[in-house]
């Protein structure tokens, strides 16, 4: 079971600022084909997600937004391969920024994504797969890192 709010608030007459939280709460129950499961959290269910946002509006044009996302720590998936401990990711913040002007229909914008580079696990599998032994390890498919950008569009 879970839980999710969301809002928005104008907080003056140029800013504004948003919040998301998500809370989960989960447990795997009678799953004959792995017992030992029983109890833990489902896979890729984190306890929590964060979404806090301001964005800044001026009259002239110019804008600029943060946003601050976070996720708790979860498991990664269900281990079938022997001596597997059932891996976690880590938990994680990401914050993402954007500045610029907007001229008439015209706006122009400089961006980055995960603007610290933070290196996080969004998936991860538990297995051999290298020879010549197949010894099991944990296999991480990692975000995105740090991209920035600028962005020039047109609408009528």
């Known amino acids: 079971f879970g839980v999710e709010v969301e809002g928005r608030v104008q ?3 140029r800013l504004t600022l948003g919040l998301a ?9 009678d ?10 959290d489902f896979a890729h269910a984190p306890p929590y997600t964060a979404n806090l946002n301001a964005t800044w509006q001026a009259a002239s044009g110019w804008f600029a937004r943060a946003d601050l996302a976070a996720r708790g720590s979860f498991y990664f998936d269900y281990c079938v391969s022997p001596g597997c401990n059932d891996p976690k990711s880590g938990s994680y913040q990401l914050l993402d920024l954007r500045a610029g002007r907007a001229f008439g229909p015209w706006r122009v ?3 980055a994504r995960n603007a ?32 920035a950008g600028l962005t020039v569009s047109y609408r009528r």
């Open 116 to 147: 610290f580079d933070e290196r996080y696990a969004t998936r991860g599998f538990f297995f051999g797969n290298e020879p010549p032994d197949f010894a099991p390890e944990t296999y991480l498919r990692l975000g995105d890192p740090r991209q």
């Open 31 to 40: 799953f004959a084909a792995r017992p030992e499961l029983e109890g833990r």
């Open 11 to 13: 907080a003056t007459e």
């Open 21 to 29: 939280l998500g809370l989960l709460d989960t447990e795997v129950q």
């Open 109 to 111: 914008e400089l961006w």
